[in-house]
């Protein structure tokens, strides 16, 4: 990407980047809720955790990667590779666990990657996708790239130890690595306080890094903070921290009962719908109602045409599942 595209990039002001990053969130939330009804009918295999209600930190810091630009995400990670760039076939192949899919079928929701597109991969462990972001932080370091690297995390990885491990490396070596915390208040069905007596922001600072705290509900702060932090990163600057105040809608995973929410909490929820006040700035700006409902609509099409595709996809056969897990040398037994 060149230093033009990128500073084009960092603006929000005509109607169509408005539009692109209203399209950015809506295509997260339409293929959430679609991936909800089909996991519901049986078709998408395994656990999703959906990350409705959270778009706009995925799809800000989207807006402000470019192609070489690398990320690494979290089990509730579909967000994320839809605001880098996978295409919708590859995903919902992945997802309803087809030959086709972007990893054949054999990552689903909690391991979609696409190292062609800088997606380095969903993760189910913890706090795992901030030392793999890391080390892409160094190789693009040292390869002199000019990229950046970012660390999705929740957070329930706020207390775990490889985060402190990868400020400390990260500042050290001053590597162009952007932490992004999705702070949604819950960590499966523990309350944030009940998991971290510290603050991000004070271990940030124990580590010297610059940090930002922002309502991650505001697709436009989300991009300010964001293009402030990667620009600093891209001249040499080392780490930043920003953590996104947002707000989980569904459950844990899909299907959890939530019995642990009072009703309150669940039913304020819509007053920080990123989508809505997105829409209220944009209708502020010169776009119309109709042009928003046009978008929705385009995007669901594409949406049921990829489900579609899915559908007619193959089923991974057994020999070649086993290929890609087990060395060649072990035999199998399936009989
Ligand atoms: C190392 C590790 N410990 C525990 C778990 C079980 N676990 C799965 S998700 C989760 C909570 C994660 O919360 P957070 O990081 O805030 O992400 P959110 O689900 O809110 O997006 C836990 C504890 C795990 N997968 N990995
Ligand atoms: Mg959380």
């Known amino acids: 990407?060149?230093?033009?595209?990128?500073?084009?990039?960092?603006?929000?002001?005509?109607?169509?980047?408005?539009?692109?990053?209203?399209?950015?969130?809506?295509?997260?939330r339409l293929v959430e809720l679609r991936l909800g009804r089909l996991f519901a009918d049986g078709e998408v295999p395994g656990f999703i955790h959906l990350s409705i209600g959270q778009?706009?930190?995925?799809?800000?810091?989207?807006?402000?990667?470019?192609?070489?630009?690398t990320i690494a995400s979290t089990h509730r990670g579909h967000g994320h590779a839809l605001a880098k760039g996978i295409a919708l076939n590859d995903f919902f192949c992945e997802l309803m666990a087809r030959e086709e899919g972007v990893c054949k079928g054999r990552g689903g929701s909690m391991h979609v990657a696409n190292f062609s597109i800088g997606m380095l991969g969903a993760n189910a462990i913890v706090g795992a996708s901030i030392p793999?972001?890391?080390?892409?932080?160094?190789?693009?370091?040292?390869?002199?790239?000019?990229?950046?690297?970012?660390?999705?995390?929740?957070?329930?990885?706020?207390?775990?130890?490889?985060?402190?491990?990868?400020?400390?490396?990260?500042?050290?070596?001053?590597?162009?690595?952007?932490?992004?915390?999705?702070?949604?208040?819950?960590?499966?069905?523990?309350?944030?306080?009940?998991?971290?007596?510290?603050?991000?922001?004070?271990?940030?600072?124990?580590?010297?890094?610059p940090f930002s705290k922002v309502n991650g509900n505001e697709v436009l702060d989300v991009i300010e903070a964001g293009?402030?932090?990667?620009?600093?990163?891209?001249?040499?600057?080392?780490?930043?921290?920003?953590?996104?105040?947002?707000?989980?809608?569904?459950?844990?995973?899909?299907?959890?009962?939530?019995?642990?929410?009072?009703?309150?909490?669940?039913?304020?929820?819509g007053d920080h719908d990123p989508l809505v006040l997105?829409?209220?700035?944009?209708?502020?700006?010169?776009?119309?109602?109709?042009?928003?409902?046009?978008?929705?609509?385009?995007?669901e099409k594409q949406v049921e045409v990829s489900v579609e595709f899915a559908r007619q996809g193959r089923d991974p056969s057994w020999e070649q599942a086993c290929l890609d897990v087990y060395s060649k040398t072990i035999e199998v037994n399936h009989g």
């Open 1 to 28: 990407m060149t230093k033009q595209s990128r500073e084009k990039k960092n603006t929000a002001d005509s109607k169509s980047e408005l539009l692109g990053i209203y399209r950015r969130m809506a295509t997260i």
């Open 55 to 69: 778009e706009a930190v995925a799809a800000a810091i989207g807006e402000l990667l470019g192609p070489e630009d």
């Open 132 to 209: 793999i972001a890391l080390g892409s932080a160094i190789a693009h370091q040292v390869r002199k790239n000019g990229s950046v690297a970012v660390a999705f995390f929740g957070d329930g990885a706020m207390a775990e130890g490889v985060l402190h491990e990868s400020l400390n490396m990260a500042a050290l070596w001053k590597l162009p690595l952007l932490f992004v915390c999705e702070n949604n208040g819950w960590a499966e069905f523990s309350p944030t306080h009940k998991q971290f007596v510290a603050k991000l922001e004070d271990i940030a600072s124990a580590f010297n890094i």
């Open 227 to 269: 293009k402030g932090a990667i620009e600093g990163i891209r001249m040499g600057s080392g780490p930043y921290v920003i953590e996104c105040i947002t707000h989980r809608w569904r459950g844990h995973y899909e299907g959890d009962p939530q019995k642990y929410r009072n009703a309150y909490e669940l039913e304020t929820l």
């Open 278 to 299: 997105f829409e209220k700035i944009m209708l502020k700006r010169d776009v119309s109602q109709f042009e928003i409902d046009a978008l929705r609509t385009d995007i």
